[in-house]
């Protein structure tokens, strides 16, 4: 991710909660689908969900796609690093 976005991530044991804001995620997304996220919002779903819709517009399989609570709320972030590794 820091290659991609071309910016430093927070320590392991933070990046976690870093993610749940999904200003990361929502810059993430517009790396692969400019179009997809046209600018960071300051509702942490809509940040979340930007990041979805460019999961969709380069084609990853909805397998793979976490829901918005699973980062938001923490219900399932094994899911979301997982994701994130298969944008790779």
Sequence with gaps: M????G????????????LRN???LAKLGHRFAP????G???R?????NHWRVAMTTV?????FHP?????????????AVYCIHALR
Aim: aromatic residues 4%; hydrophobic residues 40%.
């Design 67 to 79: 829901e918005t609570t699973d980062v938001y709320d923490k219900k399932n972030m094994p899911r």
């Design 35 to 38: 179009i997809a996220a046209v």
């Design 22 to 24: 999904g200003v990361l």
């Design 59 to 63: 084609g990853l399989p909805a397998i």
């Design 2 to 5: 820091e290659a991609c976005l």
């Design 44 to 48: 942490h779903t809509d940040n979340i």
């Design 40 to 42: 960071l919002q300051f």
């Design 7 to 18: 910016e430093e991530l927070p320590a392991p044991c933070d990046l976690e909660e870093s």
